[in-house]
């Protein structure tokens, strides 16, 4: 019968030591889940400041799209003007070239008269 509570005594001293050792790796898990958590809320915390800084970058590239359409839009106006200045030179040189060998043709002439008067 000694022999029988001492196994009895060993079997519970065994499973009282299992059970303490089950409560500290539960424990140990509830310290696990808590940091696990912590870090949870912290990994939350830089994503919603990610976004708000992914937000502000998406605006902001918006906005220099948006000037870069005006600036485009801007430099085509002004090669359009640029190109319709152009042109409107080459008229001008074109008149300017047509009325320059009229008038040299009407100076030629006329001088062709005038020396012809003086020979007179």
């Not at 030591?17 to 539960?26: A, F, G």
């Not at 800084?53 to 106006?77: M, N, P």
Request: negative net charge; aromatic residues 0%; glycine residues 2%.
């Amino acid at each position: 019968m000694v022999q029988s509570l001492q196994e009895q005594l060993k079997l519970k001293t065994d499973e009282s030591t299992s059970l303490k050792q089950e409560l500290d790796s539960i424990k140990q898990s509830g310290v696990v889940v808590a940091e696990v958590e912590a870090e949870n809320a912290e990994l939350r915390t830089a994503a919603k400041a990610a976004n708000e800084q992914l937000q502000l970058k998406t605006d902001e590239a918006s906005s220099l799209r948006q000037e870069l359409r005006q600036v485009q839009e801007s430099l085509e106006s002004t090669n359009e003007k640029l190109l319709q200045a152009e042109l409107g030179s080459q008229k001008y040189i074109e008149v300017s070239r047509a009325k320059t060998s009229e008038l040299g043709s009407e100076n030629a002439q006329l001088r062709s008269t005038v020396q012809s008067l003086q020979e007179q």
